[in-house]
């Protein structure tokens, strides 16, 4: 038999490159060595080691290792008594799984890369929900443990640097994804309950056992116990006029002898008033809730309309009757230019100030407490009436201060006050029908 020598030889010569080749390529791979590297790296992140995490990273220094150690700081002093428990409790839920198959690896090209998935409870919707239901710190730890996952899905990049694998995470955009929840967390509030011991009594303020007739606005007050008055109340409250819900009220806070809950139309534009503008007839219950949403207060007060007005007022321009409105001395320009206040006796203002203030002064509690009263503002650059133009209104009622119930006519530019004339004309309601002052204000 004839054995054509060439042939076999060229064919064996094949074989022979074919398997260097592939040597080579298994030579170059480095698959193992990467995944240990990655599982090391891993641990590392997940038990919040900054040094070991620093030792598995490429182009970190001691100040970037410092930095992420004190990125792990749950200092109460600095973050708040709440911050640990949080942090610790969304810690222990953080775990991977490394994608094995995913792995490429070239020791030429030094570079590698694996798929890793995190794992971690979903804080922030949690966080959520825990607030929308009124709960606490206990409540949103307990929830924590007991709650859905989400999954963080990364590529880790490997560079090969000096005959070993580190990890190179450009700007650090995975552990910062990762580790969101450190900064997530100083943002997480929650209030603490009230105690019903700081309360002595609750009443219904300048009513007749709880009952009002012909009013504006009714108010519901806690009054705190002498402990009660030195705590700051964070509270909101809800009106129902005869069993149906009205109004809610923003977050309030409030400290001292009364802790106050309004109702009226100065607080509510939408409140349902009869054609005097007095609160139509009804039973008001009153519901006072801390931030935690525990019940506080809980009381109604009856609201009867007598058909006649408790407050006479009458009109024109300048006919006040001073009995009632205290015109005179009690009556004066107000200004905040030497960052305390003071009463100006002209109504002079100078352009460097900002706001400008008429300020009355209410003597007839009883009636006057919390009379709603309009206002308008006019402006002419020439001090002359005729050419005024209307700049602001508003419809106010009186401030309490200790010394008495004030109103504060204002108008404010931040911007600074132009040079001319401020006319301020106030009257029971936008008609203008019954006036009750007007006065000028200069400013040079």
Do not use: H, R
């Amino acid at each position: 038999m004839k054995v054509d020598f060439k042939k076999l030889t060229a064919s064996t010569l094949s074989v022979a490159m074919l398997a260097s080749l592939a040597g080579c390529a298994m030579l170059d791979k480095d698959d193992d060595a990467v995944l240990a590297v990655v599982e090391d790296y891993a641990e590392a992140v997940k038990k919040f080691k900054a040094g070991d995490i620093a030792e598995l990273s490429s182009n970190v220094d001691d100040e970037w290792t410092e930095s992420l150690e004190a990125y792990f700081s749950t200092d109460a002093d600095l973050y708040g008594e709440d911050y640990g428990p949080i942090i610790e409790a969304i810690e222990s839920t953080l775990s991977y799984e490394i994608d094995e198959e995913s792995v490429e690896s070239s020791k030429k090209d030094g570079e590698a890369s694996v798929d890793i998935t995190w794992s971690i409870v979903d804080y922030a919707t949690i966080y959520d929900d825990v607030i929308a239901d009124g709960g606490d710190l206990d409540a949103y730890l307990a929830a924590l443990a007991d709650g859905d996952s989400k999954e963080i899905s990364q590529t880790i990049n490997l560079v090969y640097d000096d005959e070993e694998w580190l990890v190179e995470d450009k700007n650090n955009k995975n552990l910062e994804e990762v580790y969101a929840f450190f900064e997530d967390a100083l943002e997480y509030q929650f209030a603490a309950a009230i105690s019903t011991d700081l309360i002595d009594y609750v009443e219904w303020y300048y009513s007749d056992n709880g009952v009002y007739t012909d009013v504006y606005t009714i108010e519901l007050d806690i009054i705190p116990t002498t402990e009660g008055q030195e705590v700051e109340w964070e509270f909101y409250y809800e009106y129902y006029l005869d069993g149906q819900l009205v109004f809610t009220s923003d977050a309030c806070t409030d400290s001292g002898y009364w802790i106050e809950s309004y109702y009226g139309s100065s607080y509510d534009p939408a409140a349902m008033t009869d054609d005097n503008g007095y609160l139509i007839a009804g039973s008001y219950e009153c519901i006072v809730y801390d931030m935690a949403g525990n019940v506080l207060a809980d009381d109604v007060c009856t609201v009867e309309n007598g058909g006649a007005s408790t407050v006479v007022i009458p009109g024109g321009s300048g006919d006040v009757d001073e009995s009632v409105w205290n015109n005179g001395t009690d009556q004066y320009w107000y200004s905040y230019s030497d960052g305390t206040g003071y009463a100006m006796g002209e109504g002079d203002y100078s352009t460097s100030e900002s706001v400008i203030e008429y300020t009355v002064q209410v003597y007839d509690e009883a009636s006057l407490a919390y009379f709603p009263v309009y206002y308008e503002v006019y402006y002419s650059e020439s001090g002359d009436l005729d050419d005024a133009e209307f700049v602001y209104s508003a419809t106010i009622t009186p401030s309490e201060y200790s010394n008495g119930y004030f109103y504060e006519f204002q108008y404010v530019d931040n911007a600074g006050l132009d040079a001319g004339s401020y006319f301020f004309v106030g009257a029971t309601d936008a008609t203008g029908s019954c006036m009750l002052f007007n006065a000028e204000a200069t400013v040079s």
